[in-house]
Structure formats: structure tokens, C-alpha cells
């Protein structure tokens, strides 16, 4: 380890050099005024004129990132808060809302699916970082352009395009090979691309395997005794026995392994009609919950011999067109019909028990996009379009006795019978350039969406009703105004709606989260709203110094939280041999969320810069039945990040400080969606950790991208999640490009 510390900084140093004696040219700075954004109206349009906030992670700051995954991508922006329960995990939180709360979006179409749960995810991770060419991030409702679910905002990723070429055959490529200390990584990627005049090839394969996950060494005194994987089970021969973890900072069972393909073609029909095959394929092996193989029960032993998700495989197949035209219907139209499977499963057996239990749940979605744009004049733009999805989800459970290899009938997630869900919806939007000063723009969406599912098997929970159906429809907008009073000022006032009709793991789960604890259907679960008003300052000096400020409040109405409830009257049911207190999902009258996120940036000369952003957030809800004010779930602390960057023509170094505030134990949520029980008596430590990293472009073939994660090695924990952070982590990265 040491050796490598001596290499780490010889090779900074000596690199740093070089690049200060070969180049001089000029680079990017981090102050664009004339930025690009799609995902707000889901067509190009310059940043200043949007009234949303937003932030874009372009390909050249991914690379310098080398994140492991999307997730850690998202986290290292500043700018999104990340949760996790197991190091195969990531659940991103915009604007204290989290998991079925926020959308995220692939090349134009919804992930969310109808098993989005409220609590935390680990989707994101099936997006391979490094095919993105670009990722946007839209803060606040944005149910207008994209409908159910973006309610704190919405994570548009968008991959790579096959590239054309022209008299010859073009071919390019990627390969590179990485290598992490604190939990062992090895990550092996290839891309290629074939481009002839008309027709394109985009392939890309991505291996990764990680290794278990090493904690910081360094303690606060307030967390010392705290989060240790002490104890770990091993099966042998069907008998399981606990043994002791030498290394108090290893966390046994966090490894895990990903296979990422992806495939593109393109064929260009003529100049205005492009066509394009996008599939997708993501699978890892178990990913073990981390934090459920560290619970211990009353007694000592740990609770559990055997938690994991099988397999998390993610396919995705569309079909898109894009069309330019100058007829009186539009100028621009993107027309998407994808299908989409996921499959979760999870499979659990306590300590020493020998029955295995299998819940296996499957979706399969079929969408269908268009989005079209009409210039009228050249002051007004008209985007319109409709949206069309379906979800089938099928569950199936079973308890295996490991000793005898018999199979009994279990308990699913959700209804054994399947369950539907379709959506329809229509958007438009106008924005209209008063003057050069002066921008107001505005938009409509109506939404018809209905679900359906059925409970063939009642034996393990006797439910009253043998059939869950809802229908509900849906109108949303915004409106939205900027003012610039200079090329250089921006004010944005923004008033916006969202919406969440409840999906089938609102409406119909049955689900034992945690030890005592009983989740159960809710079939009279209404869908959730939010009213948004938020105002945005920005200012830039002689394009040096860029300095903006944002502050939301966002209102919910039919907000649904997870609470104590009744079931036949009783407060309490005797469920799997213990009994266990009721929750379900319940609309509560009203509940807020309001916060305060601002930005500095300085480019100092076109090598230097700065930039800090921090973002604080508070929401509340109130419990009428008991007349008090309650935490709602997921708001993260105060967290932000600092960097100092370099870029230059050979070489890019960022230095920078990553930072969470503290999370006290008087606004944790009840819910449990918290996991009050990973944190201390004192609530969730402040933290911070300090990062460098470094990309060196040797030649015009070869680079290498190296980094130092969490310098000073701290343990910690971010709020809510249920495995700690890598310590002090030296990645290296060897990449060619031809």
C-alpha cells in the first residue's frame, strides 16, 4: 500500500508537469453562458431562458469522475444526495424526495416502473456510466413534460450516439481497465463504433467485479462502537454458524458483480428522417442487503443466515424516429415505442432456520413517445405530445427447505394473481420570447391512468377483498418567467405541479420491512400531489465569477406516507410466528418541503477554477388524527461540495471536498424509511472527506485517469443508508481511444 501511495504522487507530480510544459491552449471553463439543456422541455433550448434548475454532467467531467457506478456519478455532482443499504445500490434523493418520487428517465423513456417502491432503490446502477454522453438533472415537479412520479424532479440519461461516416468507413473505439483499493474493483469496458454514410454500429460491453467493501479507519468518538460488521455467517454443509470478523472495517457480504451491454444501430434515411435501435442489457449476480446481514436479534445472533436480491437484470428495446419537416404540424418530431423487463428477486432465510423463501417479482412495460416541436414566428415555441404506457407485473413466491430440497407454497410481495397498469397522456407547452429581456413560458398535461390487481391466494393474510382496482385522471401544469435584465442577470419565478398515482407496490404490498414491523395493502390510497413555487437568481462578472441561488417550496396534498394503521380493527396482526404492528401507505392531509440551494463558480484564467454549491432542505407533514406536526421521509441533511479544478489540453485535476451535515434524531421520520437504527444515539454524524483526481492524456491514443478518494480515510455513514462509505481508495484507470 505504501508503494502504491509513493507511485500515486510521483506519477501526479511528474504529470502535472508535463502538461504545464506541453500545453498552452485553452480549455473549457466551467462558466458557459450559452449551455444547451434538453430534458426541461425535452427539446434543446439555451439554460438561461429555462426556468427550472438544473445541472449537467457532460462526458469529459464523467471521465475525470471515474465514478463505479451512476450512482456514484450523481453523488459526486454536489448536487444530488445518494442513499445506500448495500454497496450494489444507489438511491437518489432531489429536493427530499427519493426512490417512486423522482423519475428517471433513458434516451427519452421512463424507468419508473409499476414496483417503484417509496423506499430505497437501487435501479439506477443498471445505467452504465460509461456509455453516457450526457446526464441532465431537472429540479422540482416536472409532471407537465413527463407525468407521474417526478415530483422532486427528474435524472435524464443520455447515452452515446452512433457516429456516421462519410466516402470511408469510420471506425472508433474505447477500451480501458480499472482497478479500486478500498473494495478491490476490477472493471474491464470496450466500445466500438462502425459508421458508414448512412448506416452506424454502436457496441459497448462493461464487466465489473467488487470486491467487499473497506471502511475508513478513522472514527469520531460518537460513532466509535458504531456500524461494524463484527460477525459474518458461513454455511456449511446446510449448517450455519457465526463467525468473527478479524477486520472490524471489512464489511463481508457487500461484493458483488455487473455485466452492462449495449447496442445501438442508425440508419439516416435521408437528411430530415433519422432511425435508431437502442437495446439494453444489465445483470449482476446476488447482491446481498448488506444492512439486513448485520441485524442481531435479542439474544446475539444475527438475524439473518441468507439476504439477497437474485440477479438484477434490466432489458430495454426501441425504436426511435426523428423527423425534421417544415410543415404546418411541426418542425421537429421524436417518436419513441420501447419495451422494457425488469426482474427482482428476493430470497431470505433467518439464522439457522432451514427454510429458504423465494419472492420473485417480474415487469414488463411497453411505452410509446411523441414529442413534437413547432416554431411559430421566431419568437414562440410549441412543444406538444402524448405518452402510453403499460406494466404487467407477475409474483410468485415459494419456501425451499434447504435439508430436503422440498418446495412449499410463500407469501408474494404483491398479488399472486398479477397485476395491470396502464397510463394515457397528452402534454403542451408554449414559450413565448416577449423581448430579449423577457421570457414566459407555460404548459398543460392530462393524465388518465388505471391499475388493477388480483389476490388468487388469501391463505397467508386473510385480506377482505380479492380484487384491487383504481382509476384516476390526472391535470398538471406550469408556468414559468425569466427576466434578464442583462445578458448577464437571470431571475426565474416558477410555479410547477407534479403528480403520483400509487402504483402497485403502494397499493398492494405485503411486505415485513423489519423485525415487528408489518407493511399491507391500502386499496383506498388516492394519488399524491405537489404545488411548487420557487425563485432563481443568477449573476455572472465579465464571465469570471457566476453566482446563483435558488429557493422552493413545494406543498403536497394526498401526500402518501407510510404510518401505523388498522386492520380489522386491530393495531397489531400475528404474522410469520411474531406478532408485528400494522403500517400502510396513507394519504395524510397536507405535508411541505422547502429548501435553498445556491452555486458559486470562478474561473479564474482558462486553467483554474472554483466552484461550491450546497443545498438545505426541510419538510414536514401533518398528522391530523393526532393534531402534530411531523419529519417526512427522506430529506436529507445539508450537503454540498467544493473543488478546485484544472484543465488544460493534456491533462484535467480536480481537488475537492465532498460534505454532509448532521441529521438529528428529532427530524428523522417515524415512517421507518429512515432506518433510525443505523444511526447513532446522536442521530447521523456530520462528515467530510477530501478527493483528488486527476486525468492525463499522455497521447492522442492513450490516457489515465487516476484519484484518491477519502483522504483521510473517516468512517462514515451517509443519512439513511445501511452500509458505510469506502475509506481511502486509490483507483487507477488505463484507457485507450482509437
Known sequence: MKKLKILFIFFALTSFAFSQEENKSDTNKLINLDEVIISANRTEEKKKESPFQTITIPTNTIELYNPQTSADMLMNTGGVFVQKSQAGGGSPVLRGFESSRVLLVIDGVRMNNAIYRAGHLQDVITIDPN???????????????????????????????????????????????????????MTGHLDFNLGWKKFASLTSITYSDFGDVQAGNFRDYVYDQYWDRNNYVVTTNNVDSMMKNDNRNKQIGSAYSQYDILQKFAFKQNENILHKLNFQYSTSSNINRYDRLNEYTGNGNLRWAEWYYGPQTRTRTSLNT????????????????????????????????????????DVSVISFNADLLKMIGEKQQLNYGLELTMNNVQSSAKTVD??????????????????????????????????????????????????????????????????????SNVLTGNIGLVIMPTKTTKISLLGSTGFRTPNVDDLTKLFNSTAGFLIVANP?????????????????????????????????????????????????VLFDGQMSKVQAMQNVDEGFIQGLTSTLMIDFNSHFSFSTTATYTYGRYKDVENDTIIPLDHIPPAFGKTSLIFRSKCFDAEFYAIYNGWKELKNYSPSGEDNLQYATPYGMPSWITLNAKINWRITKVISMQTGLENIMDTHYRHFASGISAPGRNLLVTLRAKF
Do not use: C
Not at 416536472?142 to 468507413?169: I, Q, R, W
Not at 408554449?430 to 423581448?435: T, V
Open 131 to 185: 456509455m453516457i454522453e450526457r446526464t441532465e438533472v431537472v429540479f422540482g415537479p416536472s409532471s407537465t413534460m413527463y407525468g407521474s412520479d417526478a415530483l422532486g424532479g427528474v435524472m435524464h440519461f443520455y447515452t452515446k450516439k452512433p457516429m456516421f461516416g462519410n466516402e470511408k468507413m469510420l471506425v472508433k473505439g474505447n477500451t480501458y481497465a480499472r482497478y479500486s483499493t478500498a473494495n478491490s474493483e
Open 322 to 361: 426523428e423527423i425534421k419537416s417544415e410543415s404546418k404540424l411541426f418542425n421537429k418530431a421524436n417518436f419513441i415505442l420501447a419495451y422494457q423487463t425488469q426482474s427482482q428477486d428476493r430470497i431470505t432465510r433467518r439464522f439457522k432456520n432451514v427454510n429458504k423463501i423465494y419472492q420473485m417479482d
Open 402 to 471: 434447504i435439508l430436503t430440497s422440498t418446495e412449499s407454497p410463500a407469501v408474494t410481495r404483491y398479488p399472486d394473481g398479477g397485476s395491470k397498469t396502464s397510463s394515457y397522456a397528452a402534454y403542451i407547452t408554449d414559450k413565448f420570447k416577449i423581448s430579449d429581456k423577457l421570457i414566459l413560458s407555460g404548459g398543460l398535461r392530462f393524465a388518465a391512468s388505471m391499475l388493477k390487481s388480483n389476490f388468487n391466494d388469501t391463505t397467508f393474510f386473510p385480506f377482505p377483498f380479492k380484487e384491487v382496482e383504481q382509476k
Open 524 to 572: 383506498d390510497l388516492k394519488p399524491e400531489n405537489a404545488y411548487n413555487f420557487e425563485i432563481g437568481f443568477g449573476q455572472t462578472w465579465k464571465e469570471m465569477v457566476h453566482f446563483s441561488v435558488s429557493g422552493w417550496h413545494t406543498i403536497l396534498t394526498n401526500a402518501m406516507v407510510l404510518k401505523d394503521f388498522k386492520y380489522n380493527g386491530q393495531d397489531s
